[in-house]
């Protein structure tokens, strides 16, 4: 692996002397982004479908591919609505997170990193991985949810339980994992949709992002298993290097339109003035009473 996230020389800064397709540029459509009062909200967009989600399946497998920890799951699970281009079929889950002391969330909503985010990926039909998919436009679909911390996420337990064990890159592990839909946000109904890029290099722009408003729960127990516990440096390194805080700084989108479905609540300008915010809530209640 050629690129990094901590180091001078491969940090995320770094990527597009290697990759030039990672080349920050505002008239492109790089991921993440950050989700505020800009984001237009659109009726008409359809509400997702999720095929096979509540189905348990027998087996995962989870691995420490050195940029993130990744989980690869079985066939069968597909989700296409939300103006998603195809129907795309579930591969794996990828995860990013920040450090003991800071969040790393990939996507922010009003600037607001998360502690987490959850990435669910799907290739298009025809494609059998990630990577033959990512050269096709629209090939890659992605479902981004954020990860915040309150109460023990029972279901989540069956990945953050086995973290502490995939230390160095190349190990894994199979997990009887729980059905997808229990690491779902509660409502799924509020996202956010978009058309951007992989988060990671070569950053081909060619996935259609879809990002829930809501968080799910875990415990800072099961958050600091990522956090504390996960290396990208080799097992005989003497001195072992911890993953941290791997993701992409945020992306420009002041050249493409970022959506929101019908049920998603609307972001107020982190710059808006109380009299502002007042004038709008007070707007909001006198159209109620019409």
Not at 18 to 27: E, K, M, Q, V
Not at 41 to 47: A, C, D, F, Y
Request: net charge neutral.
């Amino acid at each position: 692996m050629d690129y990094c996230y901590s180091e001078d020389y491969c940090n995320p800064y770094e990527w597009s002397k290697t990759f030039f397709s990672c080349t920050p540029d505002y008239t492109k459509h790089h991921s993440p982004i950050d989700f505020n009062a800009r984001v237009i909200k659109n009726e008409s967009i359809p509400p997702l479908s999720f095929t096979g989600f509540d189905v348990v399946q027998s087996s995962w497998v989870i691995a420490n591919i050195r940029d993130t920890v990744v989980v690869e799951v079985q066939e069968g699970m597909k989700v296409s609505g939300g103006w998603l281009k195809n129907e795309y079929r579930i591969v794996e889950l990828r995860f990013h997170w920040g450090s003991r002391n800071s969040n790393g969330s990939e996507h922010t909503l009003n600037k607001r990193r998360f502690p987490m985010e959850m990435q669910i990926v799907g290739v298009a039909p025809g494609f059998d991985n990630v990577f033959t998919a990512s050269w096709e436009q629209a090939g890659l679909a992605s479902l981004g949810v954020f990860i915040d911390i309150g109460e023990e996420n029972v279901p989540f337990k069956a990945i953050s339980d086995v973290v502490h064990s995939l230390s160095f890159p190349g190990s894994s592990v199979n997990v009887t994992p729980p059905a997808l839909m229990e690491l779902m946000p509660t409502g799924t109904d509020g996202f956010f949709r978009y058309s951007g890029s992989q988060t990671r290099p070569p950053c081909l722009q060619t996935v259609q992002w879809i990002v829930f408003q809501k968080p799910v729960f875990i415990s800072r127990q099961q958050y600091l298993g990522f956090a504390t516990s996960v290396y990208y440096s080799n097992k005989d390194d003497p001195r072992p290097k911890l993953l941290v805080n791997n993701y992409r700084p945020v992306q420009s989108s002041a050249m493409r339109k970022v959506f929101a479905a019908p049920d998603s609540i609307a972001l107020i300008s982190q710059g808006a003035s109380p009299a502002g915010v007042f004038n709008t809530l007070l707007i909001f209640l006198l159209s109620c009473m019409l």
